[in-house]
């Protein structure tokens, strides 16, 4: 019973591609995220969704659009990827706030590598 | 903003305790706590929601000070399945409506030795 499944967990891809990762929830939670880890482990948010609407957008390039087809699914889509895109991607849901619990679960990451 | 972690690498032999700092200059909301292993996803360890408010799983246990905009985890008794990287996550004040991502700390590194 996988809570928050990504595929692909690998993705190696050339300079200027398009690529999409796709997530999945089987928890009923209202809000999914993005998030990128780089090299440096860094975790930062890139993307959070509640209710098919966008909640936030952290400074990220437009070239990634997060698509979100309904409440349990949300894939994040990049356009003419550039060697800085490399790292591991995250998505995550939690419950809506004030539901009592604001944890988040992770999916199991997708390690990205643009050569 | 993102918060200040300390230490930012500890190495502790088994049954020795630590304590890992999280501190922001903005309001904040809700602290939470997660352990990455090498090659996995962040795994929740526990969310503390109001100010002073202490919580503890096991032998790991957590402090946070709302007027100082700051928590601690504090580890007892490390066993090695301790090891990993420790993320502090904040949310910003409560605004209204939906639910804002965590901005994370940038890590401690904990090494538990036998």
């Known amino acids: 019973d996988t809570a928050v499944s990504q595929t692909p967990k690998y993705l190696v891809t050339q300079m200027g591609n398009d690529k999409s990762i796709k997530c999945e929830q089987n928890?009923?939670?209202?809000?999914m995220y993005w998030y990128k880890q780089d090299s440096k482990k860094f975790l930062k948010i890139m993307f959070s969704y509640n209710n098919k609407e966008l909640i936030i957008n952290e400074t990220v390039p437009n070239r990634f659009s997060p698509k979100s087809p309904d409440k349990a699914h949300l894939n994040l889509h990049i356009n003419s990827l550039e060697l800085g895109d490399s790292a591991v991607y995250f998505c995550?849901?939690?419950?809506?706030?004030?539901?009592?619990?604001?944890?988040?679960?992770f999916g199991p990451g997708t390690r990205l590598t643009v050569l | 903003q993102q918060p200040v972690q300390s230490p930012q690498a500890v190495i502790l032999r088994e049954g020795e305790d630590a304590v890992i700092n999280c501190s922001s200059s903005k309001a904040l909301y809700s602290v939470h706590w997660y352990r990455q292993k090498h090659g996995e996803a962040p795994v929740f360890l526990m969310i503390?929601?109001?100010?002073?408010e202490q919580k503890g799983h096991e032998k790991i246990s957590a402090s946070f000070n709302e007027k100082k905009q700051q928590s601690s985890l504090y580890l007892t008794a490390s066993q090695l399945s301790y090891s990993g990287t420790y993320f502090c996550?904040?949310?910003?004040?409560?605004?209204?409506?939906?639910?804002?991502?965590?901005?994370f700390g940038k890590g401690t590194h904990l090494i538990i030795q036998p």
């Open positions: 503390l929601l109001k100010g002073g």
């Open positions: 995550a849901s939690s419950p809506r706030r004030g539901s009592g619990s604001n944890e988040q679960f």
């Open positions: 996550g904040t949310e910003k004040g409560y605004s209204g409506g939906g639910a804002d991502g965590l901005t």
């Open positions: 928890l009923g939670h209202d809000t």
